[in-house]
């Protein structure tokens, strides 16, 4: 397999997680944690090698390994892998182009990225319809072994498997038999009425609310339960990353069904309403080895492996509550951005730019929700993007859009 964004807490659990299930991995790819990275290579040995960050080319020891630089390079690298299965964990609206590259080349994609969904998910699905119906629209076998709704439902998840636990629980609860097209078993899907999907609420969930609005970096950075990177642990603490989970959601599964709640415990991760109106829940402890192992090797993966175990006592820690939109205002947008997926261009180009300026605390925290739902106000009745070069376009007009917004609170503070 091939690990892109291996320096990453994913990337390192990935390695991890190949070295108990025997998988070589082939090829790596990393931003700029060079000296990891080199600890890596002499690990697992790859063939290939790539860094995105072409200053620090000088500093890499590849061994005996073919070294790719930049984002070029690890799209040239992915063509020169015999590998059919590519993690791609590549943080933020940068890892779109891999996921893309990785189903050109008709290989599986382990997403870890929730922008590829989140900006492309419309180009993702009809590259995926274009190569389902190239492959199977003769192959008289496979169509009649499928009913209309299981073709519905399947092609998506023959291509891509999510690996957020949200996503990778609501795959486990629908499908029939465990097991994934991904691993050349067919999988067909439990009906259902609605999805849902949990929150942890982040660092300021139980933060007073007069003071939510000039909460510090480090008040945000401060994760009740997740040590993550700063990048997520802010997006936890607006509600952003439940949004784009939505999204991710929506193009997976394809249904605007699809809700949230706060789960205090983080035990449950997701839970699935069937049509008999009975609820399922995915809970165990959080392990992104889980999601991980089956996006690997799902076979191998239910008959091996395994995670920490919860015990009763567990069960008295879960907490469900509803998304208040008082201390969580960007929420209100979730019916609107799945009304109009789009958006999510928007709101990622939006949010990646008042992050950024949070973290060199050049804004306050309550900017990066305003300035987002301001975008989304003025993008409301936008065209959706038909082609990659129109959402690069759509991009650039919502990082201008924020950059006004930003000027005017800057004025007023």
């Not at 070294?67 to 390079?73: I, K």
């Not at 499928?146 to 439902?153: D, G, I, M, R, S």
């Not at 690997?296 to 995670?307: P, R, Y």
């Amino acid at each position: 397999m091939v690990i892109l964004g291996s320096t990453g807490s994913i990337g390192i659990n990935a390695q991890k997680v190949a070295k108990q299930l025997h998988i070589e991995i082939e090829a790596l790819a990393c931003g700029g944690n060079i000296t990891l990275f080199n600890e890596q290579i002499k690990a697992c040995k790859p063939k290939f090698v790539a860094i995105a960050d072409e200053t620090k080319l000088d500093l890499l020891q590849p061994q005996d390994s073919i070294v790719f630089v930049g984002d070029d390079g690890i799209c040239a690298m992915l063509e020169a892998c015999q590998s059919q299965k590519i993690l791609n964990a590549v943080v933020g609206y940068a890892g779109l182009r891999f996921s893309l590259k990785t189903l050109d080349l008709d290989k599986k994609l382990i997403l870890a990225n929730k922008e590829s969904l989140v900006v492309a998910g419309h180009l993702i699905t009809q590259k995926i319809h274009a190569s389902y119906a190239l492959k199977h629209i003769t192959s008289n076998n496979y169509q009649n072994n499928l009913t209309a709704e299981h073709k519905k439902q399947n092609y998506i998840l023959e291509h891509i498997f999510p690996i957020d636990s949200e996503h990778f629980s609501l795959w486990s609860l629908l499908t029939l038999d465990g097991c994934s097209h991904f691993d050349k078993s067919p999988t067909y899907y439990k009906a259902f009425q609605n999805l849902y999907i949990t929150a942890s609420g982040g660092a300021l969930r139980d933060f007073p609310l007069n003071k939510i609005p000039y909460a510090t970096l480090h008040d945000v950075l401060q994760h009740p339960t997740w040590n993550m990177g700063q990048k997520i642990t802010i997006d936890s603490a607006t509600l952003v990353n439940k949004l784009y989970e939505v999204l991710e959601a929506y193009w997976l599964f394809q249904t605007k069904n699809i809700h949230a709640l706060i789960e205090r415990s983080s035990l449950i991760h997701a839970f699935v309403e069937y049509n008999d109106n009975a609820l399922c829940a995915h809970i165990s402890h959080a392990d992104m080895c889980l999601p991980l192992a089956y996006g690997m090797d799902t076979l191998q993966a239910k008959k091996h492996f395994h995670i920490t175990p919860l015990c009763i006592n567990d069960f008295m820690k879960i907490n469900l509550q509803p998304i208040d939109t008082m201390r969580y205002p960007l929420w209100a947008y979730k019916d609107l951005l799945l009304e109009k997926p789009h958006l999510g261009i928007a709101l990622n180009a939006s949010n990646e730019l008042t992050q950024k300026l949070f973290l060199q605390e050049k804004i306050p925290f309550y900017a990066l929700s305003q300035v987002n739902m301001q975008v989304l106000d003025k993008l409301m009745h936008s065209n959706p993007p038909a082609t990659f070069d129109c959402i690069l376009a759509y991009r650039q007009e919502a990082i201008a859009l924020s950059n006004f917004f930003i000027k005017n609170i800057a004025q007023k503070e």
